[in-house]
């Protein structure tokens, strides 16, 4: 039995398919329906505040998979997720389960070079302490011997219609509709995208080898590029001319006056203004997987997803 909590995501859903198109028996755990079907395929309704409603939607789970996610408020953060990664790491205990945490890069902060496996935990943003917190609570319990677990890290990513990645709703669903793009930070800076059906695809890798448990792998993702080339690169796919906006951190903290997410995400610009640069080589040479090319991705998003005019 996989059962995915926090069903319904990019992740998650990246996650389903992979596991409906190997037969593999699955359980989509979450606040509310999924429109989802499948053979072996169940849902069931759970709050992850709840540890009798996650108890029981995990009962009979050989791999579970954290996929959450929450509103983009730091109190939120900070008084929600400690109670979260409990009930998780609690409810896998019970099950004899292994437990599969889809992570975020927030608590290595700002860092000169590649982010790897062992990059030490210096987070620049509250939100970034946060998820140093959760990743040390279950490495924790995973040296103390009480836990099967591992962390699968994602920098930024792009290829849903959910607009959760500021490349899918910035740029590529601007050029498909022939408008102007915009870009968040310093064009001029690296940075890389996992495209999401290779994150689905690398999650079910990590479900399928128990041989993977007790460590952090970053999954894999295409090398970097500045925005200056995404920019370009997926003009030239759209056939649009490369036109975009440059947001900066004042323009978004003057939109933050007004929207709560938008503030949340101050904090975290340092990403867009220094070079974000997210190494996976552990993960491509252990499970031989090639990430999938910029110009593969945003060719089938234009052709799936974000279709031109």
């Known amino acids: 039995m996989h059962t995915i909590l926090g069903a319904g995501g990019p992740v998650a859903n990246a996650l389903t398919k992979e596991l409906l198109d190997n037969n593999q028996t699955i359980r989509l755990v979450s606040r509310r329906p999924v429109d989802i079907k499948g053979n072996n395929l169940s849902w069931k309704k759970a709050d992850l505040l709840n540890y009798n409603e996650v108890q029981e939607a995990a009962k009979g789970s ?3 998979y954290l996929c959450a996610g929450l ?7 900070r008084e929600q997720w400690p109670v979260i990664i409990s009930n998780v790491i609690n409810v896998t205990k019970e ?3 292994r437990l599969i945490f889809f992570d975020n ?3 290595y902060g700002l860092v000169n070079g590649p982010m790897t496996e062992g990059t030490p935990y210096h987070p620049s943003s509250e ?3 946060v998820r140093a917190a959760i990743a040390n609570t279950i490495m924790d319990e ?3 011997g009480k836990l099967r677990a591992t962390i699968a890290r994602a920098p930024d990513f792009y290829g849903t219609s959910s607009k959760n990645s500021f490349f899918d709703m910035m740029v590529l669903d601007k050029y498909a509709k022939k408008q102007n793009a915009q870009w968040m930070g310093d064009p001029n800076k690296l940075h890389n995208f996992i ?3 290779d994150a689905g695809r690398a999650m079910y890798l990590l479900g399928q080898s128990p041989d993977s448990d007790n460590q952090i792998w970053h999954l894999p993702t295409a090398p970097v590029m500045t925005g200056h080339q995404f920019i370009e690169l997926a003009a030239r796919i ?3 001319k490369p036109k975009f906006m440059r947001i900066r951190k004042v323009m978004l903290w003057l939109i933050g006056l007004f929207n709560k997410v938008i503030a949340g995400a101050v904090e975290m610009f340092y990403q867009s203004s220094h070079d974000y640069i997210f190494n996976s080589d552990k993960f491509e040479k252990a499970f031989n997987f090639k990430p999938t090319s910029y110009e593969d991705g945003i060719k089938e998003v234009a052709r799936t997803i974000y279709k031109p005019l």
């Open 62 to 64: 050989t791999v579970i």
């Open 71 to 77: 509103v983009y408020d730091i109190n939120v953060w």
């Open 95 to 97: 099950n004899n389960a």
């Open 105 to 107: 890069v927030y608590m």
């Open 127 to 129: 939100k970034g302490k």
């Open 142 to 144: 995973v040296k103390a």
């Open 195 to 197: 495209y999401i059906p």
């Open 238 to 240: 759209y056939g649009v």
